[in-house]
């Protein structure tokens, strides 16, 4: 059973982590995805959902590294929200072009309604980023089981 806390305690024990050398799109995440040398923010956020114990499942076992196939996939499966809950996926479209650019995983949501994000690939590290405004095109919201009776109901349709 995963919960938000519990992808969000592996992404804050992530901080700080670096790519070596800078700048070479080198880090643990890729080597984990068997990606080196690529952009890194959706492997990281595949990381995190992976080894909580819920992998997303987009276009790999492990997850997903481009970011258009993760925000069609919770599209087609309703879990996409233009409004931000503690531990859904942000995405990020810088171009304002429609496609999403990037990825992080929502750790606070603000009163003003910016979030804080943990982000991969920020800097050439995982980091901790306020955001707000239009950058933001919307959220997908991981199918969590935040109890026992969740799981529980999630069997009985499985058996029905």
């Known amino acids: ?20 050398p800078s700048g070479s ?8 995805y068997g990606m080196n040398h690529v952009p890194w923010a959706a ?22 590294a481009y970011h258009p196939h993760a925000k069609k996939w919770f599209k087609e499966h309703g879990w996409w929200h233009t409004t931000p809950q503690i531990g859904d996926i942000v995405f990020f479209d810088w171009g304002n072009d429609r496609s999403p650019d990037s990825v992080g995983i929502v750790e606070k949501v603000n009163s003003d309604g910016s979030i804080v994000a943990i982000r991969g690939n920020v800097d050439n590290q995982v980091k901790r ?8 095109m919307g959220y997908g919201r991981p199918p969590y089981q935040t109890s026992k009776l969740d799981s529980e109901f999630d069997q009985v349709l499985l058996n029905f």
């Open 129 to 136: 980023v306020n955001h707000q405004g239009s950058t933001i």
């Open 43 to 64: 492997i990281f956020v595949s990381y995190c959902f992976y080894h909580a114990g819920l992998p997303l499942e987009i276009t790999t076992d492990k997850g997903f």
């Open 25 to 32: 799109n080198q880090t643990k995440y890729n080597d984990w």
């Open 1 to 20: 059973m995963t919960t938000p806390q519990d992808v969000l305690q592996i992404a804050i024990d992530q901080i700080g982590t670096k790519e070596t």
